[in-house]
């Protein structure tokens, strides 16, 4: 995706409805392959920031701070569209995973389902979290 005009940026933000808390939830998808990849919450300023630049950024809510996906652990996303619900109060970021997008070290978030009665585990570990990140968060 290229990087969007101030004007696109501005049109975006204005149509959307953050929460009383100024975020709003991003699902991000896997463009080509329409995996879902994990769940996020965007601020006003993450919206505008991954429009700006290409690579998403998210709100995190444990940290009060903005987060750019990899910058700790390479696995970036690229941003290749952003669309948003007809109630404008969620996004999907339809990305270009680097890597994987869990931070337990799985492909997607998205990794217990209910089956047979049971949880189980529908994905592996493909990557030792250890690895992807230096402080053990």
Do not use: N
Not at 17 to 34: E, P, R, V, Y
């Amino acid at each position: 995706m290229a990087k969007e005009s101030e004007q696109a940026i501005a049109a975006v933000v204005a149509a959307l409805h953050f929460d009383k808390d100024g975020l709003i939830s991003a699902i991000a998808q896997q463009f080509d392959t329409g995996e879902v990849l994990m769940l996020a919450w965007m601020s006003r300023e993450a919206v505008e920031a991954t429009l700006r630049t290409g690579e998403v950024c998210y709100w995190s809510r444990s940290r009060a701070a903005l987060w750019r996906k990899g910058e700790r652990s390479g696995q970036t996303q690229r941003l290749v569209e952003l669309r948003f619900d007809c109630d404008q109060d969620c996004l999907l970021l339809q990305v270009d995973q680097t890597g994987v997008a869990c931070h337990t070290g799985r492909r997607s978030c998205f990794f217990t389902a209910l089956r047979g009665g049971e949880l189980k585990e529908i994905a592996p570990v493909e990557v030792d979290p250890g690895t992807l990140y230096r402080d053990g968060a």
